[in-house]
């Protein structure tokens, strides 16, 4: 059997060709696939678009307080016992200084109104819209800020996912190769041509790839669990990723990730907007201290009698409207006001404090985030010449011990170096595409690949 010699480049894309093949069955699944399954599926997205509904409503609501307020109200009062009062006796004819006791009223008292108010000018109702509107934008942008989280969170499964993948597709290829070698072996200690330490030493090895390929398909279950978990889909449908790990377009890092472009992060636009929330705060307090004026209107109908058997007889039925403007003008609330402005005030600077902090950390992500990724390409092209040095050196053991003159020792050692620099090619290249990952992430583009 010849030995498997595969350059980095082949070797790649042999690894991607396995992983784009999904089983009979599965459902295919790119990563912006499911970046868009996981930002329209996922409960806390579903929650935050909840927030923005309800924001829609606070809108609403506080422009609801500006419109006409009509009604109307109606009442039958039944009094038993009419309140009495004393009245100067002399109105009656009687001695000055003595009282006369008088009842005044009807037993039954019907009525029944329509009115009208309506704002003319509040200050503070104005301010409240303004804020409404407010909050609804940053209902939005902590909408954008959870789908941004989620993408974050599925990119970097969907690749470690796949990581383990093309880790899985090395141990096959290699346990494939040490099989056959084991079963050639084999052969040769039946006919007396290779000793019994070297076979039960390829026997091991073959052993110790089994195993470690059982322990990796554990692993690589609960990591498609976990991303399946993640995009909040079932976690019985069966999934087959097809982006792989290669290196397309890691050779050079893109110029605009390069430089911070921190414009699109939700994580400071939902702070800039939260400044600007508590800043109307403030001036809604602040406006508390002006005057309000409103437009009144009403219509009353009433009705008087002894005894219910009137009602409706057109008797004692009586009719009053009104018109008016009514002003109310605060004077002094125990400076309730100006210590709800205050609190705005403090609010206020405390997010600021915390917008420069968080600044600051995006800043240090995306230097942190650079570094690793230029680190990484650095790191995979002396792991390229490993790969290549490592299948060197295993064509000329497997040689050496085929023509009897190596030993199963310095094949076996032959094959796990390049084992070995296979699977340290496979995660740098994988940690340098997560690496792109979080730079996207720190930049605030990463949701633009889910759309």
């Not at 383990?164 to 007396?192: D, F, P």
């Not at 995009?231 to 377009?249: F, G, K, R, V, W």
Request: aromatic share 10%.
């Amino acid at each position: 059997m010849s030995p498997i010699r595969i350059c980095p480049l082949l070797f790649t894309l042999s690894i991607t060709c396995v992983l784009l093949v999904p089983a009979f069955g599965q459902t295919p699944l790119d990563l912006k696939t499911a970046m868009q399954y996981a930002m329209t599926h996922h409960s806390e997205v579903q929650r935050a678009a909840l927030e923005v509904e309800k924001g829609r409503e606070l809108v609403r609501e506080s422009i609801a307080t500006g419109l006409p307020q009509v009604g109307v109200h109606a009442q039958m009062v039944y009094n038993p016992s009419l309140r009495t009062s004393l009245i100067p006796a002399e109105f009656f004819g009687g001695p000055a200084g003595q009282f006369q006791s008088v009842k005044f009223g009807t037993n039954w008292n019907g009525s029944s109104s329509i009115y009208l108010d309506q704002m003319l000018f509040s200050k503070t109702w104005l301010m409240g819209v303004r804020a409404s509107y407010a909050v609804n934008d940053f209902y939005k942008l902590l909408l954008d800020k959870t789908k941004e989280d989620v993408a974050y969170e599925v990119a970097k499964l969907y690749y470690q996912v796949q990581l383990s993948r093309a880790q899985k597709g090395i141990l096959e290829a290699n346990l494939e190769q040490v099989a056959g070698l084991y079963n050639t072996l084999s052969k040769q200690y039946e006919q007396g041509m290779a000793t019994r330490t070297d076979k039960e030493r390829l026997q091991v090895q073959k052993f110790n790839l089994e195993t470690e390929l059982k322990n990796l398909d554990l692993y690589l279950s609960q990591a498609e669990q976990a991303l399946k978990f993640a995009m909040n889909m079932p976690l019985e449908t069966e999934i087959a990723l097809t982006d792989s790990i290669n290196e397309e377009h890691l050779d050079a890092v893109d110029r605009l990730m390069a430089h911070p472009a921190f414009a699109q992060k939700t994580d400071l636009m939902v702070l800039k907007q939260q400044m600007k929330l508590y800043d109307l705060d403030e001036r809604r307090w602040q406006a508390g201290y002006f005057p309000t004026l409103s437009f009144f209107a009403n219509y009353n109908y009433e009705w008087q009698a002894n005894s219910l058997d009137e009602f409706g007889t057109g008797q004692n039925w009586s009719n009053f409207s009104q018109l008016g403007v009514r002003l109310q003008a605060p004077i002094f609330d125990g400076f309730y006001k100006d210590s709800k402005r205050q609190t705005a005030m403090l609010n206020k600077r405390q997010v600021g404090l915390q917008l420069d902090h968080v600044l600051a950390g995006l800043q240090l992500q995306h230097q942190t985030a650079l570094s690793t990724l230029k680190a990484h390409q650095n790191t995979l092209e002396s792991l390229r010449e490993n790969i290549r040095v490592a299948e060197d050196v295993y064509a000329v053991a497997r040689k050496r011990y085929r023509q009897g003159i190596g030993n199963i020792v310095e094949l076996l050692d032959a094959e796990s170096s390049l084992r070995s620099a296979q699977a340290n090619y496979l995660t740098v290249l994988a940690q340098l595409k997560l690496a792109e990952i979080d730079l996207l992430h720190a930049n605030g583009q990463l949701i633009q690949l889910g759309r």
